[in-house]
């Protein structure tokens, strides 16, 4: 049977258990999904009106070792020790690298019960039904641009039907920055964000779809429109500011999203 040794909860690694062994686990097995569909009328075929996903658990089988009956039950306190954490992140290896997974212990079945040995099947709610990668992949970067506005083509991957990058922008210079206002957005779609303010030089604007959040300077700001997120393919990402002048630089990543 394989053996798994770099399952993290919480970024404490299942191996660092002794007597602990990760046998088996299923974080490919795809969410629940509800399917929304409306009869049209007068007519022999139907609509679907919507489409999300409604539960994901990930089963992870541990076997449990030791040389005595109280020793593998020790074994057992020490895990569950280390799974306790509600909305944690659960890293797993899966496909061609690792994933993790927002997740609560939920409960566990005993599999096999033999004295000084145990194996379990641990069960993970997850509350958000996607996967990611748990590195950061790059889609733009922008340096010292001084134009007032700047549209860039993106590839995007991924399975799930929205992905969710990180806008990151440092404002270098400018002038004419009182009550003016920056917008990014996606064109295909139509989502923009408008952040009105006074900039000064040294202002850091993040805009992150995954938290659906907007702060400058690490404070939440107030914002209207849609924060934008992609689908995958190609896409278009665009930048506007209404300044003088100005000197900027940006980001933009994501951590790719699976089903």
């Known amino acids: 049977m394989q053996i798994y040794n770099d399952v993290l909860f919480d970024s404490v690694a299942f191996s660092s258990i002794t007597g602990l062994t ?10 629940k999904r509800d399917v929304t569909i409306a009869e049209i009328a007068r007519t022999d075929t139907s609509k ?9 658990q990930i ?26 954490g509600e909305e944690k992140w659960l890293i ?24 000084s040995y145990i194996e379990l099947s641990l069960q993970f709610e997850c509350s958000d039904r996607f996967g990611y ?19 860039d083509q993106i590839g995007i ?12 922008l440092t404002i270098n210079a400018v002038t004419g920055g009182t009550a003016k206002t920056i917008s990014y957005g996606n064109t295909a779609v139509g989502q923009q964000v408008d952040i009105t303010r006074d900039w000064v030089a040294g202002d850091t ?14 404070n939440d700001v107030d914002f209207s429109g849609a924060i934008p997120e992609w689908s995958p393919g190609v896409g278009n990402v665009y930048y506007q500011d209404d300044f003088t002048t100005r000197t900027v630089s940006y980001s933009l990543t994501y951590r790719k999203r699976w089903v």
């Open 59 to 84: 089963s992870i089988r541990v076997g449990l070792s030791g040389r005595t009956r109280r020793d593998v039950e020790q074994v057992l306190d020490n895990l569950l020790s280390i799974i306790q």
């Open 22 to 31: 990760v046998l088996s686990i299923n974080p490919y097995l795809p969410a």
């Open 133 to 151: 990668d748990v590195d950061a992949t790059p889609l733009l970067t922008v340096t010292s641009y001084t134009s007032a506005t700047k549209s």
């Open 48 to 56: 679907v009106n919507s489409t999300f996903y409604t539960s994901k």
């Open 92 to 115: 797993v290896p899966q496909s061609s690298g690792t994933r993790k997974y927002l997740t609560t212990y939920k409960d566990y079945d005993v599999v096999v019960d033999g004295g």
């Open 205 to 218: 604007l993040v805009v992150d779809a995954y938290d659906h959040s907007v702060k400058v300077n690490g």
């Open 157 to 168: 991957a991924g399975s799930a039907q929205w992905q969710a990058p990180r806008f990151s």
